[in-house]
């Protein structure tokens, strides 16, 4: 089975699937995981060291969880809003159509953050429904982008998919977020790895489980 995790900037896929990467590369699934901004540029300009410096740590990230591919976008990093809706949602296709996956993950349509948004949407459009296409999109949650969105009850981030994990699966989650070192915080932000294990515990919790990790269930394709 093919996996595709698409990720606005480099840790969202971490933050918000890590544990379910490492579990279906465990399992013998290829993941696949599809940055899609540079994501680097609102905070470094024009900056090449900084932007290579990312997508190293990105590649390490995800290497710790088995990932096959990492691809990079090179949309401008916070900056999705100017971009228009048909390069978006053409990037994504182009992706999508090379790697062919059978599950699909990405943002939640609901983030704080306007990227994130964005990329749902375009998302939806390259999955439209063909017959040899994506079988299942799942939305993720992003720790301090989800549960700092809109209030709007349409917004809300209500899982109806679990996935239970292991304690390896969780552990090599924390370490694979490690590599984003520019990104975590100290605890008690929900960047840290403290909140990162506290939220696995929880969403464990509501499945009667150690870990897990919780989605949206967008489309089922039988």
């Known amino acids: ?13 971490i933050l918000g699937c890590g544990g379910t990467i490492n579990s279906y590369s465990r399992q013998g699934h290829e993941v ?3 940055i899609v ?14 932007l290579n410096s990312k997508r190293r740590e990105a590649v390490e990230a995800n290497k710790k969880l088995g990932v096959k591919k990492v691809i990079f976008g090179n949309l401008p990093d916070m900056k999705l809003d100017t971009v228009s809706h048909i390069n978006l949602n053409g990037e994504i296709f182009k992706v999508v159509n090379e790697i062919r996956p059978d599950i699909v993950f990405t943002q939640h349509y ?11 949407e375009a998302t939806l459009v390259a999955c439209r429904p063909t017959e040899n296409g994506v079988k299942k999109i799942y939305s993720y949650e992003t720790l301090s982008s989800t549960e700092w969105g809109n209030t ?3 917004d809300f981030f209500i899982p109806n998919t679990y996935v239970r994990l292991t304690g390896e699966d969780i552990l090599n989650k924390k370490e694979a977020m490690n590599f984003y070192q520019t990104e975590l915080r100290d605890y008690p932000h929900p960047r840290s790895l403290e909140a990162i294990e ?10 009667i489980a150690s870990y897990a990790e919780s989605f949206i269930l967008i489309r089922e394709i039988k």
């Not at 089975?1 to 896929?13: C, G, K, S, T, Y």
Request: no cysteine; charged share 25%; aromatic share 10%.
């Open 198 to 207: 506290n939220l696995a515990k929880y969403r464990g919790n509501q499945v």
């Open 37 to 50: 901004t540079d994501g680097s540029s609102a905070q470094y300009p024009n900056d090449i060291k900084k």
């Open 1 to 13: 089975m093919r996996i595709l995790v698409i990720a606005a900037h480099p840790d969202d896929e």
């Open 32 to 34: 696949y995981v599809y």
């Open 110 to 120: 609901g983030d704080v953050n306007k990227d994130h948004k964005l990329v749902f």
């Open 152 to 154: 709007n009850s349409s």
